[in-house]
């Protein structure tokens, strides 16, 4: 008779576990979605009572045939093109970043020669950089790609030196000690030790190539979300600007959750 209680208790638990988790994920998704809901209500009711127009603020019910208009069209072409132009922006913005911050923070005369230089380069505004790259590398997909690296540069920068910073001075012994050269310094006590810091400046990096991307797209496009953005203004469109924005939040989150879940995976020997 204990077997079979003890049995059943050890079914019965994992399963009432189980119920308790998923119910406290659903819980905590309804409030995730409480207020875009609400929201999305109160902008169809002032619209359909007349308190706003349209021309100012369409009906979120009214934006689905804009979408299936835009899909029918290039939207995915505009998709396509913001998000190539965002990942290789942040390749090669990040990589630099890492390979110039791994400089700085070992080396404390690089850091005297470069650190001000950088300090005073971050604080210039996306739109600053526009005319100037215009007038360099022109209108073409150069101009873009450098102002989205840009970008890109400046987190992984930033938390990659502030991450080998706080690595243990000991760790560093440790190399010393079992005569590992520069590279494997670098590539088996640094990186790794770092590695929670620099991560965070990946995921920051990507974050804002996607705010550069719009403010390159902006000015000058003929493709992507920016181009969707700019054509909207023009043409008295806020379906397609709100439909716009809504694509960059949601390719914002995709991204962001996949650097997240990356982050996590790099660094399950913590939990």
Partial sequence: MNKISASAVNTIAPTAVKKVVIKAKLIKWLKAITIPVLFILLCE???RAGWVEPYLLPAPSS????FKDLVNGDLFTHV???TWR???GFFVGSALGLII???VGLN???EEFLEPTFSAIKSIPSLAWIPLLLLWLGIDEASKITLIAIGAFFPTYTNTVSAIHGVDKKLLEVAKVYRLNYLQTIFQIVLPAASPGVLVGLRNSLSLAWMFMIAAELIAATQGIGYLLSDGRETSRPDIVIIAIILLAVLGKLTDTLMKWIENWLLRWRT
Wanted: charged share 5%; proline share 0%.
């Fill in 45 to 47: 009711y002032f619209v």
């Fill in 86 to 88: 965002v990942f290789f």
């Fill in 101 to 103: 911050a791994i400089a």
């Fill in 108 to 110: 404390q005369h690089i």
């Fill in 80 to 82: 396509y093109t913001s």
């Fill in 63 to 66: 934006l689905f045939e804009s």
